[in-house]
């Protein structure tokens, strides 16, 4: 199960990496700068703002100026975004039950909340 199969699952034109965009938001909580996301997701400024014009032409995203600094905009996720990540969430599960049997999916359930530990820890330290 890899990102060719997860991008089968997404709407035409997004991949991903988009979703990854959104669910970061979801998880760590929008009001970030382009630059913040781009540090982020480890690529350019120039490869973010792509990312963020698509995902808010399609609504999922909306961009607002920052008063702390008026040379940077903030990023806040819309409901449409939260309601196209949930259902991406719900199809990534889908795409996990068909793969994994009921004794894989209890090993990753136990794992679950080592990775997560490691994952805070991750962003704690970027």
């Known amino acids: 199960m890899g990102t060719a199969r997860f991008q089968k699952v997404l709407p035409d034109g ?6 990854g965009v959104l669910n970061h938001m979801v998880r ?30 399609r609504g ?3 961009l607002a100026a920052n ?3 008026a040379r940077s905009k903030l990023v806040y996720l819309t409901d449409e975004g939260r309601a196209f990540r949930n259902a991406a969430i719900g199809a990534v599960e889908a795409m996990v039950g068909d793969v994994f049997d009921d004794a894989m999916l209890d090993h990753l359930a136990k794992a679950l909340p ?8 991750l962003d704690e330290n970027r």
């Not at 997004?14 to 979703?19: A, E, G, V």
């Not at 382009?34 to 703002?49: C, D, E, G, I, W």
């Open 67 to 69: 008063e702390r600094d």
């Open 114 to 121: 080592h990775l997560r530990a490691i994952r805070k820890r």
């Open 60 to 62: 999922l995203i909306r």
């Open 28 to 57: 760590l909580g929008d009001a970030k700068t382009p630059a913040q996301l781009a540090s982020a997701f480890q690529v350019t400024r120039a490869t973010m703002s792509h990312t963020l014009a698509l995902l808010e032409k």
């Open 14 to 19: 997004m991949h991903p990496s988009h979703f």
